[in-house]
């Protein structure tokens, strides 16, 4: 375990060689990957979410692609599909395959797909197959997505569903850099050198540091945070008495597991050997804001669910 913190350390640096001043997102970036899980990018356009994704590819030696999706973008176009062919042997079948079998995807402006086109991708994040012609194919190991979307262009897109933006891990938001980090990068990226990503670990490593993942212990207080935490943002069974006049609905049980595996991910990127609360508090918000929602009065008073989950974790 300590191996790999070292190791892990080595790819926190080389992402930050090329990603200046995102820190908190290259790490939650990471806990996703290393949690076995996917990931929604959410922030305007020209923050670097396409150049994050591709420098994670290769910084984690894992095989990506991208696919920009557009509101005609077909499900075969992301799945594959079967083509005839014709040949010495006669007429026969042959699959294609679509770019989803990769090991790390990016859905770019996944809400300008149509909902069939969103359900296809996400049926293939939530099974690890797709079905094409009647025959199940298995996507490659790992395989992880991360999508991107624009919260200021709402014209001509096709929001996720409650029930698919669960099969998210984090929902993480890119808030534009700092003073200091924005004159940085505007020196590194516009010279006539710039940083590229290099290679540090291979797909097996990432295997095997999410295996570490799921071995490490959990203390439990920790899990008594996560369950308090998580029931409480519920409005069946509210951590105090106004908020079930403020939610619509709250996290099922998806967001503690998020939290189980998130928590463990993050004290590995830091060498530490359990998770902690403060773990869980970093977490709780990318974990839980796409897992619950105000009812019309509270957003019509101006709450906000940052607040909320705020005011959740200040308890644990």
Do not use: C
């Amino acid at each position: 375990m300590v191996a790999m913190s070292s190791r892990l350390a080595s790819v926190r640096a080389a992402v930050g060689d090329v990603i200046i001043g995102q820190a908190a997102v290259v790490d939650q970036a990471l806990v996703a990957i290393l949690s076995g899980g996917h990931a929604l990018l959410t922030g305007v356009p020209g923050l670097g979410k396409t150049r994050l994704v591709e420098t994670l590819g290769v910084v984690l030696g894992l095989g990506a692609r991208r696919v920009q999706f557009t509101p005609d973008l077909m499900p075969s176009d992301i799945l594959g599909s079967e083509v005839l062919d014709e040949g010495p042997e006669g007429r026969r079948f042959r699959f294609i395959p679509g770019p989803v079998f990769t090991e790390l995807l990016m859905a770019d402006e996944i809400n300008r797909a149509s909902p069939r086109t969103q359900s296809a991708l996400l049926q293939a994040m939530a099974e690890g197959a797709v079905a094409v012609a009647g025959e199940n194919r298995a996507l490659p190991v790992p395989f992880h997505v991360l999508a991107t979307q624009n919260p200021i262009e709402q014209e001509g897109t096709y929001p996720l569903p409650e029930a698919q933006l669960d099969r998210f891990l984090l929902d993480i938001r890119i808030d534009y850099p700092a003073a200091a980090d924005e004159r940085a990068m505007l020196l590194a990226t516009t010279g006539v050198r710039q940083a590229k990503p290099a290679p540090v670990l291979t797909a097996s490593d990432v295997m095997a540091a999410q295996a570490l993942v799921r071995a490490m212990p959990v203390g439990t207080k920790v899990v008594d945070g996560i369950m308090a935490l998580v029931r409480g943002a519920r409005p069946e069974s509210p951590a105090w008495g106004e908020l079930r006049g403020q939610l619509a609905w709250g996290p099922g049980p998806r967001a503690a597991q998020a939290l189980m595996l998130g928590v463990r991910a993050q004290a590995l990127l830091d060498g530490r050997l359990a998770p902690s609360l403060d773990d869980v508090a970093a977490l709780a918000l990318p974990a839980l804001r796409h897992r619950m929602a105000l009812n019309f009065a509270a957003q019509s008073e101006g709450i906000k669910l940052e607040d909320i989950i705020g005011r959740l974790t200040a308890a644990l």
